[in-house]
């Protein structure tokens, strides 16, 4: 009998993954996970990156809102767990870098000795507001050559080909605009960025439009996007206007709410768990997800020939 289970993938294998899909003409089509399973069923449905999900850690870890109140070393545990559980690169949502200066070096430190692939971080002021919550009319950026210096101190502080470093440009989310997230853009790479994520709360993608018309690095940076709030665009949508990187951020956590409250109120209702067990995974396939019998067969010494 043949067992096997999934190898460990070194990080610069998933490193040098990552740096190849961001130079191909098809985008990178990234998932947001919350925990370590999401990321193996993320992998197992074909996708090409996992995404460690700052709104998901915060809400399904912590129950917390999404507003720097957990901390890097909360979040990088999180990132840690994820990056174990798959083959995949991992993109951790590292906020704003917790912090300032110091912090900001700290973190992209500690995500590269842990062996993430690559790491996004915002231009938003410590404590950040969540960037998809509209009742917000207070949104503070950091200063446009504050930021850049962080991220060239950032970039200074690890290997040149280490984790990837993605600068999230938040000025369309506050509203100063397509020139001032071009300014960005621009202070972001000639910092060392080696991309751009541009962020947009415009459904209509019109915002985007104007940035992708404008900005000069379009086809020379890789552009990751996240259309959260305009999900009717495809991957390939968004690749044939020069996206390198798609990230799908937030579906499978909010499709894990949906589904326990559903869970729940039946059986509250029902007062019995027969009554959710046809729309429900059995055992087994939990079991069989995480390897169960791989694993006690190899503890009963049946080992797989050349291992």
């Known amino acids: 009998m043949t067992v096997t289970l999934p190898r460990a993938i070194r990080a610069d294998v998933k490193r040098a993954r990552l740096r190849e899909g961001l130079a191909s003409t098809t985008p990178v089509l990234t998932v947001g996970a919350h925990d370590a399973l999401t990321a193996k069923l993320i992998e197992n449905a074909g996708f090409d990156a996992v995404w460690v999900s700052g709104l998901g850690i915060s809400t399904m870890t912590f129950a917390v809102p999404d507003l720097n109140i957990i901390t890097m070393t909360e979040a990088l545990d999180a990132a840690r767990r994820i990056d174990a559980a798959t083959t995949l690169p991992v993109i951790a949502d590292c906020d704003n870098g917790y912090g300032g200066f110091s912090n900001v070096i700290r973190t992209v430190r500690d995500y590269e000795r842990a062996g993430i692939a690559g790491i996004s971080i915002e231009d938003n002021l410590f404590p950040k507001r969540n960037s998809l919550y509209e009742g917000d009319s207070r949104?503070?950026?950091?200063?446009?050559?504050?930021?850049?210096?962080?991220?060239?101190?950032?970039?200074?502080?690890?290997?040149?080909?280490?984790?990837?470093?993605?600068?999230?440009?938040?000025?369309?989310?506050?509203?100063?605009?397509?020139?001032?997230?071009?300014?960005?853009?621009?202070?972001?790479?000639?910092?060392?960025?080696?991309?751009?994520?541009?962020?947009?709360?415009?459904?209509?993608?019109?915002?985007?439009?104007?940035?992708?018309?404008?900005?000069?690095?379009?086809?020379?940076?890789?552009?990751?996007?996240?259309?959260?709030?305009?999900?009717?665009?495809?991957?390939?949508?968004?690749?044939?206007?020069?996206?390198?990187?798609?990230?799908?951020?937030?579906?499978?956590?909010?499709?894990?709410?949906?589904?326990?409250?559903?869970?729940?109120?039946?059986?509250?209702?029902?007062?019995?768990?027969?009554?959710?067990?046809?729309?429900?995974?059995?055992?087994?396939?939990?079991?069989?997800?995480?390897?169960?019998?791989e694993t006690i067969e190899l503890e009963d010494g049946i080992v797989p020939e050349g291992r």
């Open 139 to 293: 949104r503070e950026l950091v200063e446009t050559s504050e930021q850049a210096r962080r991220l060239r101190a950032a970039k200074a502080a690890i290997d040149p080909d280490g984790l990837v470093l993605i600068a999230r440009v938040e000025a369309l989310i506050a509203g100063h605009g397509v020139e001032a997230a071009c300014e960005r853009a621009d202070a972001y790479v000639d910092a060392g960025a080696d991309a751009i994520l541009i962020h947009s709360r415009d459904k209509t993608l019109a915002e985007i439009e104007g940035f992708l018309a404008e900005w000069s690095g379009v086809g020379k940076v890789p552009l990751v996007a996240v259309p959260t709030l305009y999900p009717t665009f495809t991957a390939d949508d968004l690749g044939a206007k020069g996206f390198r990187m798609v990230i799908l951020a937030n579906q499978p956590m909010r499709a894990a709410v949906k589904a326990m409250e559903e869970t729940l109120q039946a059986m509250a209702d029902h007062r019995n768990a027969a009554v959710v067990d046809p729309h429900i995974a059995t055992v087994d396939h939990v079991f069989e997800l995480v390897g169960t019998r």
